[in-house]
């Protein structure tokens, strides 16, 4: 009985270590799947949002090598031309030019002058150490120079020459790190681990640690794991490793994906749900939980495989939900309208919930009627707020703006109460946030949009009203440079009107640039 005892302990502690490593792998076979594949959503959303950065800095490289223009009319072009790309693309703060030496030639930052030395900041050392006309990532730091004073950036840089070979300068795009923050933070919102953005050389440039905090900068560098090589510059496109450091001595699944043509990549880790390093570690343990395995081994198989497939259906939903709120965040990037942010956003949350009726409301800022837009569930499908025995599920969630002003309602009915549990109630609340930011963000332009037309009908008004008046009549900036001079001025002064902008007015009149009473009178005769 000794010897039988002994050997069906010996069996069961085998068929248990056995079974433990078969589910281990399974399970880490299935979660690195699903890193890897949200790797892959996040670096495709990354080169979206970075991919019109990087059109715009080659707009002005080659309208820069094209220009006729010298001097100070170069300047004030590009500088419009800079001011104009970063005011269409909220995830870039500033754009800026820079000649060989460091010297800023235009930045789309009103408070960078042309002139000014930037040789010694990071950004352009990083330029200048990368290859010519090769896309280089300086490291994160508050904003100053081509962009908002305190805000984290990261800058985007390249050195370019003309086609003869010569260098010729430096163009830049400092990129908003809590924009980048807040995409990669979807992945945390759903307790899915962390996402980070690197450059190749291991630079934190965002994190999903860091997203809702606007003023953190992130720092340090992210070594590869032993399977992607020495560095990540020299590591695959793309793969996944399994490294120490994670909670309770478990193990960290560190999936990567490179985003195409860029020299960044995104890297995702979640803690390992694996059970054998745990139990390894503590041979009683083992012993203990093979000797239960050996008196309920069916019984346990059973709730073992139930348990499986109990975490593959939540991983599965947890995936779906990821990918939703993914494609809602990207859905709604660029949503300016109030009708189709609303259509959106009932889409993403029909997605999250397909047998439940989804109902949006929005009260228009202006005044409007109220803008509706619902969806139902698929015919034949079961599902909506009169479907099941049970008393149906009703969900609303408040959309409001910065101010917590009430913009509108998203309203879920659900075919019963178990219908939509926390899990859901949670990604929810993050599409109405995505859709609430979408909403301001298209009132904030409208706004905009409004008041430039406004100024430019103020503007084109005075401009009618001085051209008709029989008094001179022109403005001058601090250097004494005309900006504007009605027609009757002009006559006076004895030139035509478009002649005197950009001219200074000892120019015209030199006795007004002399002291002393000698050129009173030569002035008091021309006036």
Known sequence: PILLVTLCLLVTVLAGAA???????????R??????????TLARQMERALRPAIAAMAEARDEFLASAATGEALQKHMAALLRRAADDYHVVNSYGLLDPEGRVIASSAAQVPPGTSVAARPFFQAAQAAPLGELAIAPPALGRLGGARGKPIFALV????DPAGEARGVIGANISVAYIADALGVIAALGQGSADLLGLDGTLLASSLHAGDPAAVPTGRVPPPAAAGSSWAAAPAHGWSSVAGGPEGRQILVAWQRVAELPVLVRVAM?????WLGLSRNGLAVVAFAALLCVVLLAGARLLRAEARGREAAEDQSARRLSTLVEVSAGLQDVIEPQEALRRIVRGARRLLPASEVRALLIPGDGGDVIVHGEKPAAGAPGGRDAGPHPPAWLSLPLRDDAGEYLGVLEVFGPDARAIGAEDRSALQQVVALGEAALRRGRLLAHLSAAAAEAEAARSELERICDTIHDGFCALDRAGRFT???PAAARLLGVEARQLLGRALPELLP???QGGGQGRPARQERE
């Not at 390249?158 to 020459?161: D, G, K």
């Not at 803690?271 to 059970?275: E, G, H, K, Q, V």
């Open 19 to 29: 079974l433990l490593l078969a589910l281990d792998l399974r399970q880490t076979e």
């Open 511 to 513: 006795e007004a640039g």
């Open 271 to 275: 803690p390992s749900r694996a059970l």
């Open 484 to 486: 504007y001079a009605n």
């Open 31 to 40: 979660q690195a799947e699903f890193a890897a594949g949200t790797a892959q």
């Open 158 to 161: 390249q050195r370019f020459a």
